[in-house]
């Protein structure tokens, strides 16, 4: 199942800001591929986001001191996860051969080497991955679990967090104060917001967004919604961080996205005429999803891998998010922007990120509705 999906994901990348109107998205990749250095170390917020959602044919990189080593099968792009892992290697020892690509499409890989699969650990972008990889995870140490929130975890100990990063509703502060926006996401569908809002329904964050609705409203809800958003004249946009461009420049007065994708364009335009709406009371609309961890069974080097899993919740890493990316660390005691919403003032949903694994099924949704093709 999740196989056939791939063929029809897309992720949002970077390129033209100029916008069309629902439904006219289209669904072809361009594949890439990247190389780390030592100036990807301190890559900025935005470079790190944009590439967060951009489709990569998988490549990969080995650092090779001595000291064991590790295979890792990376959702998550190179130029966020190179430092860290130099990092971990310097601390550790351990070399890392590293895989990257697409979640959906690593996790489709894991899948389909079964027990010949070479990887030891699996560092996904969401918690959907995550989920459908469960049965092929080992069970995790609870002082592992520990140290995050059990709301980012597995509710079976199968995986863990490691950053976090909440959906909100971008807005031009020129055109609409605080009081304008809707406590809920479902009322971007009303008539006063036609033609005045942007998605990108082909970005993998919107979508499990998008699956978040379905389990927590229903399909019936979920569709409605999608087909409200169309009717509204939703313009559609390649990326979040070409929809936040676009809120800032007044081509559009609000839009949908992560929330660090501000700060990225904040730490170039720092007077830039945008702010992040959170929505309140639990809405759907303020799901937290999470970038996460999980330890194959079939791992060659489980020690090393444990190793690893516990280091993206250390301090270093911790920081790595906080400050690098703007997510939200998962490890308690870490500082953030301060400009940024605190993650415990946010009311989640009440959800199981693991439930969010039928990418399928919501990109069948957004097919039928005219979202994408």
Request: charged share 15%; with cysteine; glycine share 8%.
């Amino acid at each position: 199942m999740l196989l056939l999906c791939l063929s029809m994901v897309i992720a949002a990348c970077g390129g033209a800001t100029t916008p069309t109107t629902a439904p006219a998205a289209p669904t072809t990749a361009a594949a890439t591929s990247t190389t780390a250095s030592a100036a990807e170390a301190s890559a900025t917020v935005e470079v790190t986001a944009v590439a967060e959602v951009s489709p990569t044919v998988p490549t990969t990189t080995t650092t090779e001191p001595a000291g064991g080593s590790l295979v890792v099968y990376s959702g998550r792009s190179e130029s966020l996860v190179a430092p860290l892992l130099a990092l971990f290697t310097k601390e550790t020892g351990i070399a890392v051969e590293v895989r990257y690509g697409d979640t959906a499409e690593m996790a489709a890989q894991i899948l389909e080497e079964g027990d010949n699969s070479p990887a030891d650990v699996f560092f996904g972008q969401d918690a959907g991955a995550l989920g459908a990889l469960s049965d092929r995870f080992v069970q995790l140490d609870s002082s592992l679990l520990s140290l995050v929130d059990p709301r980012f975890a597995s509710s079976e100990g199968k995986w863990v967090g490691a950053s976090g990063r909440a959906r909100v509703l971008v807005y031009n502060t020129d055109v609409l104060t605080s009081t304008d926006l809707p406590a809920s996401i479902l009322d971007l569908t009303k008539p006063e917001w036609k033609g005045r809002l942007a998605w990108a329904p082909t970005n993998g964050s919107l979508q499990a967004f998008v699956t978040a609705l379905r389990v927590s409203q229903g399909e019936d809800v979920a569709k409605q919604w999608l087909e409200g958003l169309i009717a509204n004249e939703i313009k559609v946009y390649e990326s979040n961080s070409a929809i936040v461009k676009a809120v800032a420049n007044g081509e559009v007065d609000a839009g949908l996205v992560n929330h660090y994708y501000l700060f990225a364009l904040k730490k170039d335009q720092p007077d830039a005429k945008a702010a992040n709406h959170y929505f309140s009371n639990g809405d759907i609309g303020s799901l937290v999803n999470v970038a996460g961890v999980g330890i194959l069974q079939t791992a060659k080097n489980p020690e090393a891998a444990q190793a690893f899993a516990r280091f993206l919740l250390d301090i270093p890493a911790q920081l790595y998010f906080a400050e690098q990316t703007n997510e939200y660390p998962l490890a308690a005691g870490i500082p953030i922007n301060p400009a940024i919403k605190p993650l415990s003032e946010i009311t989640t949903p009440d959800i199981d990120l693991s439930n969010l694994k039928d990418l399928q099924g919501t990109l069948e949704l957004l097919q039928d509705v005219g979202a994408i093709q």
